[in-house]
């Protein structure tokens, strides 16, 4: 079994998709098989949101990482709403959730692997 994993799930109020995006997290979770501790943290402030390295509404970090950073990516104000990759080139407002279980595989596996 992999190892469990923390999720810090970081949101704002002003984007509608984070109830539905804890239900993906959680979805996932158990597609891949991994353990998840989720803790969810609304983002009130833009300084809470740099401390945070809060990437816009909802930000899903893994063990401390996030799972899809860009490059070189700025720390965005409190009242930003993300954009994830999907399918065929288009955007959405939530990780496609095979994006989710590889990520969380990827997060599970044994640092001696």
Known sequence: ????VTVTYLWSADCPSHREGVARL???????????VVEEREVTTDEEAG???FLGSPTYLLDGRDMA????HP??????CRAYPQPGGRVGPLPH???????LLAAA???ED
Do not use: F, K, T
Not at 26 to 34: F, P, Q, S, T
Not at 69 to 72: E, G, S, V
Not at 75 to 80: G, I, K, L, Q, T
Not at 97 to 103: G, H, I, Q, S, T
């Open 1 to 4: 079994m992999p190892r469990s």
């Open 26 to 36: 959680r979805d996932a979770a158990e597609r891949a098989g991994v353990p998840v």
């Open 51 to 53: 401390r945070l390295g």
């Open 69 to 72: 950073a860009p490059p070189d």
């Open 75 to 80: 720390v965005a104000r409190v009242d930003a």
């Open 97 to 103: 959730p095979d994006d989710l279980v590889a990520a």
């Open 109 to 111: 596996r044994d640092p």
